[in-house]
């Protein structure tokens, strides 16, 4: 066996080890058509006030100016589907925001991940990358052959539709690139745009975030959420699933089998008053290590304030 196909194997055997439900490799070369795309979608202001989506455009482009002397994008996904629901009592939480929060989970996992490489294969220059850079892990994914882009902008596959985080590891290790997914399975399916209670889908696969109840409720900074847009958010405290919820793909979703994903006891149980009584205090204390702490305890209590009326 070629040192390359070799090499390739190994990785993808301790990918599976460490719990990645798929791992997929593509050329490191620049991304010409995500480019054009990036920046249509940046002048039309789509992301709203995400200004570090503007930022190193180049490097977003071209993961060679990322890691100097990249060969290979292994990108990974892992499961996080739920075994467990929230009681029909509690605000809304994106289901990714039950447990841990994922980028300790899968930081780790890639520096183990590294840590293999450099013990079986030798020493290599690569970077582990989750939501921390200026990555374009959904075409990754599309290029190293793992799923296609939904109408709702999500990576889905045939196996397990969409609930899942993407990671990627760039690295100067030559592997085997696999072939990219070239088909749409999503069909004349319009189901997420018809969903969305905020019409944040303009167009398939185009999503404007001024109008994602995800981004209103976790990256916007404002003090309000703009009026008109409370009726719409039904119920969603943190984040939004709906485009995935009704996405005929994830009826094939099966629980996650991470410990760390465990879902917190009050994520799954607590009212939208006991939220909303919840002090700072206590609030960092017990989700000192949720992915809620990203809106902080202002945020939540602001989107009380915008669910309350209608939850």
Request: aromatic share 10%.
């Amino acid at each position: 066996m070629l040192s390359t196909e070799k090499n390739t194997h190994l990785i993808k055997t301790e990918a599976t080890r460490l719990g990645f439900a798929s791992c997929g490799i593509a050329k490191a070369v620049q991304l010409e058509e995500d480019a054009v795309r990036l920046e249509q979608w940046l002048n039309k202001g789509h992301q709203g006030g995400m200004q570090y989506m503007e930022l190193h455009f180049d490097l977003r482009i071209d993961p060679r100016k990322l890691v100097p002397g990249a060969k290979s994008v292994i990108t990974l996904l892992l499961n996080y589907f739920p075994d467990e629901q929230q009681q029909p009592i509690a605000p809304k939480i994106a289901k990714y925001a039950y447990g841990t929060d994922y980028h300790y989970v899968i930081r780790d996992k890639l520096n183990q991940l590294l840590q293999f490489i450099t013990e079986n294969i030798g020493a290599v220059d690569g970077r582990g990358f989750v939501d921390s850079a200026p990555v374009l892990e959904r075409s990754w994914a599309v290029r190293s052959g793992l799923g296609w882009v939904g109408k709702n902008g999500n990576v889905l596959t045939k196996q397990s539709g969409s609930f899942f985080f993407i990671a990627t590891l760039i690295t100067d290790l030559d592997l085997v690139a696999d072939a990219p997914f070239t088909t749409d399975h999503c069909g004349t399916c319009t189901r997420c745009i018809d969903a969305c209670p905020t019409q944040a889908i303009v167009s398939p696969i185009e999503v404007d975030a001024n109008k994602c109840i995800s981004y209103l409720t976790i990256e916007l900074k404002d003090a309000l959420i703009p009026s008109e847009l409370h009726e719409k958010m039904k119920g969603w405290m943190f984040g939004c699933d709906i485009c995935q919820d009704v996405c005929p793909w994830n009826r094939f979703s099966k629980p996650n089998a991470e410990p760390y994903f465990t879902p917190i006891p009050e994520v799954l149980n607590l009212s939208l008053k006991e939220w909303e009584a919840m002090s700072e205090e206590t609030f960092n204390k017990t989700l000192k290590s949720s992915p809620l702490k990203r809106a902080k305890w202002k945020g939540i209590q602001r989107n009380i304030k915008a669910i309350s009326i209608n939850p």
